[in-house]
């Protein structure tokens, strides 16, 4: 569903596309006087683009057409609302398949020029994009962002990236790999624990007590996290807020335990995410234990937001 808000008509509106490896989100946006983005609408959906990749190399013929799909219709919001400035970027998903070309030439068809950025970029744009957001911009901070195809962890120093690393802990991929059942068994939540905590172990950030800084996470599975903490449906603000570490500890072990059907009935719940829910409720819960953090902080900024803000204030 469309979010939307109330902002000057006659304000320069960009749009921009952010294709990831499980979700595809479109964000129209204004500057207002103070400078900050003011939302004209943001769309997202479940597309599941990087089905198979990583095992397979290639996008499957059904994740194109899911992905083109959702591309035609972002494509005649657009031209619908006569957007001044437009950019469509891709992630993980994109990066690693071989035939990428493919559908990048088949999106150009719908009037979508897409860019493939590669983990640099994505990091710089998710940092922005959380602080865009209202999340906080503290003097130094881990951020975050939890993907469909890689995890993206961005060390800050007064809202620029200092350090970062790109793991292959993407739910889609970590679920294809080691969560293949619904409920899910304890010994493969335990060896997708145990993937995810030995690429932690390489990722070596110098001079840093990680305990003393601020963890802020982004992507669907940290907002999720926090309403299923609140009991309250997905769609508010919540960015600035925090989650207890403890909720991850309970919910890896509550979400394996229950089915396909259960999984959807919970408050809040985005249907679609059923399966790779719990592999971004282990990585966050992974991330936390490694950092010896005892709570979270909560952003709904990323990519999108941080390329919003690049098209509207040029050279800023």
């Known amino acids: 569903m469309p979010e939307r808000s109330c902002a000057d008509p006659s304000a320069p509106l960009a749009a921009v596309v952010d294709l990831g490896t499980n979700a595809a989100r479109l964000a129209l946006a204004t500057l207002d006087d103070a400078g900050r983005l003011e939302s004209r609408g943001r769309w997202r959906e479940l597309i599941r683009l990087g089905e198979g990749v990583r095992e397979i190399g290639l996008l499957s013929e059904s994740a194109m057409e899911r992905g083109l799909a959702c591309l035609a219709r972002f494509a005649q919001i657009i031209q ?44 710089r744009l998710a940092l922005a994009g959380v602080f865009a957001g209202g999340a ?52 493969q939540v335990q060896a997708c624990s145990e993937a995810v905590d030995a690429m932690l172990m390489k990722v070596d950030f110098a001079d840093v007590e990680l305990a003393e800084i601020s963890f802020i996470g982004c992507g669907g599975v940290v907002a999720l996290a926090w309403f299923l903490t609140e009991g309250a449906p997905q769609g508010g603000r919540v960015d600035g807020l925090s989650v207890p570490g403890s909720f991850f500890d309970e919910w890896v072990d509550r979400f394996a335990g229950l089915t396909y059907e259960q999984r959807r009935e919970l408050p809040g719940f985005e249907a679609g995410r059923e399966d790779v829910a719990l592999a971004g409720l282990i990585v966050v819960r992974a991330l936390l234990r490694w950092g010896g953090k005892k709570d979270l902080g909560v952003s709904t900024g990323g990519v999108r937001e941080g390329r919003l803000l690049e098209l509207l204030r040029p050279g800023a």
């Open 80 to 123: 619908e609302h006569r957007v001044h400035l437009v950019d469509a970027v891709a992630t993980s998903a994109l990066r690693e398949a071989r035939n990428a070309d493919v559908f990048i030439e088949r999106a150009l068809q719908l009037g979508i020029a897409m860019r493939v950025i590669p983990a640099e970029e994505e990091a």
């Open 136 to 187: 906080g911009r503290p003097g130094r901070a881990l951020v975050f962002d939890v993907g469909g195809g890689s995890l993206e962890i961005i060390l800050s120093g007064s809202g620029e990236v200092r350090e970062m690393a790109s793991l292959p802990a993407g739910v889609v991929y970590l679920t294809e790999r080691y969560l293949k059942t619904m409920p899910t068994p304890d010994e």
